[in-house]
């Protein structure tokens, strides 16, 4: 409990964030055993990967990193954390008809996604651009009914349900969006909008101090150049 | 100040002085010296699945001093060891059993609706428990659609009475259906709900606080909610309620087995009657011979298990001679819309239950639409909140700046009564599971009526949150909760059970969860599923010691 985290307090997943300085594991002390073990475990130990083969990682990881933003370092171990769930076969509980088991599809669509670059730009998923990654992931979720032998919603869906929960799973990720994080035996007591527990950190970002709708909007301007899409948010 | 007596509930429930006070929440005590049946034993009652039905009736029978075993498939959990305040780390609490979902509009199984192990989907349930109104057990008289019960309104109302004091509920006094009011006072507001109330009240719409399955002030040794906001991963504190805690201490107390582990495969029925059930634990198959069995499973295991119990006699499936067992499934439309503000709401603190406006419920003959929805806030915690963000198409960049700004948001949910439909339920499908048996099938399809709905309920959160001072608000579309399957009606041609939630087609074999509702509301569905089983049981009671069970 009173080991050293294994990064400098504060730590935010590419160094992002608007909640300078908080650590959400500040809190860890206050937690119960169980939950300390688990999330500690998340951070301190990243599986092998025992799933995906080599080539199938390097598309995996590539494209959770394109659909996280992921592109700076500290990163959330997200492969290693998808990897470890379809091993030990953890689902959400259901696939659709019209689908494969997840961890077919999930082989399935890194080698469409592979065809999909190697069409476009004559190499495979991982060692294109960042650009053109994201005008290949576009393309996908922009695809109407099959892409290849499967539907493209549900691929789509697939690819951001496993990426997401690894990745907001993650006390790094949690630090970057203020989250108080697990909070058992200790609750709340300080239930107002507009006000915070002694340990929660107000939003603060002094070099970015722009309100929100200025902000959603840069980003879905870097993210349009990114995607090639850049004409049709004009 | 309680209006409600705790001896009167204690007399008939002791549930709540049964869990343990000090450090530990389970009371092992009573596990260990937990009455245990011989697999010869002919039991009075075998029940299948330990959720808000089955326990419900387990507790109830053993009470009333029949020898009850009741099986899970899950574990008996303990929620200290086994439970932790991580959304990630909960996926254990859901059934996630390989399942086939199809239709026009598949619905999402596992943590959305389904429950595993001893306490069911109410381990991990939000918390709130309404009942239904009086409307509903009528639609079709009254509004044209739906379906009619085959018991009223005042049949339930006594039950629902007896379980929000054994729950016990808490809220304030509620105007809506069967004006009523609830044994605790209403919890404090969390920043989501006071924003939902913000906005109602700038609209001129009442909204309520409540009703929510935890005890606000004394009762039992139950502890008191702490406002954590992980209601959604089990309840470590014992604050909110569940079977776990809120009928099996006393089940077992009065001889009830629990059996977790056990996977029923096989109703065994011979010359017309039920004789008991088959199931694997841990590999082995086992036979519990039983006088009565009850089966419990929810709206998609307890009809894929009647379906897998086909035999000579029943050769479309146990209680299916008129094709119902699992027709009418229905699952509430529940989009759920977020509001961004300019201050931080932190909607991750408190209960995620807390206020309800059901203004909107009854059919409006105003409306091109039949039937209503109810609105509730709801307060997703991260990963469940980037399902909102990425639902836009939001992914890269835009997504991390909406999750970035995750504290400035709160999120209203509506429950949308989608109408039964005869294509919208249960098959078996060609996959197999771990045991070799047929997986179900769960094909959903929308009706007209169903989509105006909640495209209604969408522009009533919307304007609430504006009205509350949101400058942006964003609608995820999703369902939520199951009921039907098995539905109970008047004749065998229209329903699977009676009124008494007895199979028309065997005597000795009962439904007594979810599944045998005909219509759903606009309401959580865990409370009317709970006090169906108290009315069964009392049913049972009354007729068996006359002998009309007998063999």
């Not at chain 1, 992002?16 to 908080?22: D, L, Q, S, V």
């Not at chain 2, 199979?503 to 979810?514: I, K, M, R, S």
Request: negative net charge; proline residues 6%.
């Amino acid at each position: 409990m009173s080991r050293r985290l294994p990064y400098p307090e504060g730590t935010t997943p590419g160094g992002k964030g608007r909640f300078e300085g908080y650590e959400v594991l500040g809190q860890r002390r206050y937690w119960d055993e169980q939950t300390r073990k688990l999330v500690m475990d998340r951070l301190e130990n990243t599986p092998e990967l025992k799933f995906f083969g080599l080539a199938e990682a390097e598309t995996a990881g590539a494209l959770l990193d394109v659909i996280l933003g992921q592109h700076e370092e500290p990163r959330v171990p997200v492969l290693a954390m998808v990897d470890a769930r379809l091993h030990a076969g953890q689902t959400d509980g259901w696939r659709h008809e019209a689908m494969p088991e997840d961890a077919v599809a999930w082989r399935e669509s890194l080698l469409f996604l592979d065809d999909d670059a190697e069409q476009s730009f004559g190499r495979r998923f991982h060692a294109c651009s960042l650009e053109e990654r994201g005008q290949v992931v576009q393309g996908v979720q922009d695809a109407e009914g099959a892409w290849y032998s499967l539907p493209a919603k549900h691929v789509w869906s697939l690819w951001s349900r496993y990426a997401c929960s690894a990745f907001y799973s993650h006390p790094l990720a949690w630090n970057e969006i203020g989250f108080g994080g697990p909070a058992y035996p200790r609750g709340y007591k300080v239930l107002r909008p507009g006000w915070r527990e002694p340990w929660e950190v107000a939003e603060q970002r002094a070099g970015d101090p722009v309100p929100w709708a200025t902000r959603v909007e840069r980003a879905k301007r870097s993210h349009a150049v990114r995607t090639g899409t850049e004409a049709d948010n004009r | 100040m309680s209006r409600f007596s705790d001896k009167a509930v204690r007399e008939r429930n002791e549930s709540a002085w049964l869990v343990p006070t000090g450090q530990q929440r389970t009371n092992w005590e009573l596990r260990r010296q937990m009455r245990r049946y011989d697999h010869d034993d002919e039991v009075d009652l075998v029940i299948v699945g330990c959720g808000a039905g089955g326990a419900t009736l387990a507790q109830r029978m053993a009470r009333a001093g029949f020898s009850v075993v009741a099986l899970d498939a899950g574990p008996w959990w303990d929620p200290d060891a086994d439970w932790v305040s991580d959304e990630a780390g909960s996926n254990k609490l859901y059934w996630t059993e390989p399942r086939v979902i199809s239709g026009d509009d598949p619905v999402a199984m596992g943590s959305n609706n389904s429950g595993r192990g001893v306490g069911g989907s109410m381990v991990h349930f939000a918390g709130y428990v309404p009942r239904l109104h009086p409307s509903d057990f009528e639609t079709m008289t009254r509004d044209g659609v739906g379906a009619d019960w085959p018991i009223g309104y005042q049949d339930l109302k006594p039950y629902y009475e007896q379980i929000e004091e054994e729950l016990p509920a808490a809220g304030e006094h509620w105007p809506w259906g069967d004006p009523h009011g609830y044994p605790h006072n209403a919890h404090p507001l969390g920043p989501n709900g006071e924003i939902f109330r913000r906005g109602a009240t700038k609209l001129g719409l009442r909204a309520k606080v409540g009703p929510v399955a935890i005890p606000n002030g004394r009762f039992g040794h139950r502890n008191h909610c702490i406002y954590r906001g992980f209601c959604l991963q089990g309840c470590k504190v014992n604050a909110k309620a569940s079977p776990l805690i809120t009928h099996i201490p006393d089940a077992l107390a009065h001889g009830a087995e629990i059996r977790p582990g056990c996977m029923v495969y096989e109703v065994v029925v011979s010359a017309g009657r039920a004789k008991g059930v088959r199931y694997f634990h841990e590999g082995a198959g086992y036979f519990q011979r039983a006088r009565m069995v009850a089966v419990a499973g929810y709206s998609i295991e307890t009809p894929r298990l009647l379906l897998l119990s086909a035999s000579s006699a029943f050769r479309d499936g146990l209680c299916n001679d008129y094709g119902q067992v699992g027709r009418y499934v229905m699952v509430q439309g529940a989009p759920q819309t977020a509001g961004r503000f300019s201050e931080e709401i932190r909607m991750y603190k408190a209960p995620p239950p807390e206020v309800t406006c059901e203004e909107f419920y009854e059919t409006d003959l105003s409306k091109d639409y039949k039937r209503g929805f109810a609105i509730q806030n709801v307060s997703p915690l991260p990963v469940t909140y980037s399902e909102h963000v990425t639902a836009q198409g939001h992914w890269g960049e835009v997504m991390r700046e909406y999750m970035r700004d995750y504290v400035h948001w709160a999120v209203l949910g509506s429950l949308c009564e989608l109408l039964p439909q005869q294509r919208n339920g249960v098959t078996l499908a060609d996959d197999k599971d771990a045991h070799g048996l047929a997986v179900a099938n769960f094909s959903h399809s929308e009706c007209a009526n169903d989509k105006l709905l909640q495209k209604a309920a969408q522009s009533v959160m919307e304007d609430i949150l504006r009205a509350a001072g949101a400058e942006e608000v964003i609608t995820v579309k999703r369902y939520a909760h199951l009921v039907g399957g098995c539905r109970m009606a008047a004749s065998p041609e229209q329903g699977v059970v009676d009124a008494d939630l007895r199979t028309f087609a065997v005597p000795n074999l009962f439904v007594t969860d979810g599944s045998v509702l005909p219509t759903q509301g606009s309401a959580n569905p865990a409370l009317t599923i709970m006090a169906l089983a108290a009315r069964c049981a009392d049913y049972l009671r009354s007729t068996s010691r006359s002998g009309l069970l007998a063999p």
